[in-house]
Nanobody
Framework: QVQLVESGGGLVQAGGSLRLSCAASGRSFSSYAMGWFRQAPGKEREFVAAVRSSANTYYADSVKDRFTISRDNAKNTVYLQMNSLKPEDTAVYYC????????????????WGQGTQVTVSS
């Protein structure tokens, strides 16, 4: 099995930055696509960003030009650099790993982390 642990969440003012990390164990990290999803209060879980083993990246329109996903295969870790944060970015952020045939569809990922809270104040 793959275990995923997110970290780096917290409270930040609008316009600020945070970097989330997701550490993976149990499988060959480099063989998986990695994604970030988020769920805000009263809303459904939504796709944020993903990176394939090929290093191709994908972003939700709402975070393009503000967030950057990257992976360090030597450290079995994926990152989400979040800049110019907005109050609407407030959510629990989840890391996911899997085949991700459709990278924006959460059901195509087989493994999920516990989530980390990101709160952006106005």
């Amino acid at each position: 099995q793959v275990q995923l642990v997110e970290s780096g969440g917290g409270l930040v003012q609008a316009g600020g930055s945070l970097r989330l990390s997701c550490a993976a164990s149990g499988r060959s990290f480099s063989s998986y696509a990695m994604g970030w999803f988020r769920q805000a209060p009263g809303k459904e879980r939504e796709f944020v960003a993903a990176v394939r083993s090929s290093a191709n990246t994908y972003y939700a329109d709402s975070v393009k030009d503000r967030f950057t996903i990257s992976r360090d295969n030597a450290k079995n870790t994926v990152y989400l650099q979040m800049n110019s944060l907005k109050p609407e970015d407030t959510a629990v952020y989840y890391c996911a790993a899997g085949s991700a045939i459709i990278v924006k569809l959460g059901s195509t990922y087989g493994y999920w982390g516990q989530g980390t809270q990101v709160t952006v104040s106005s």
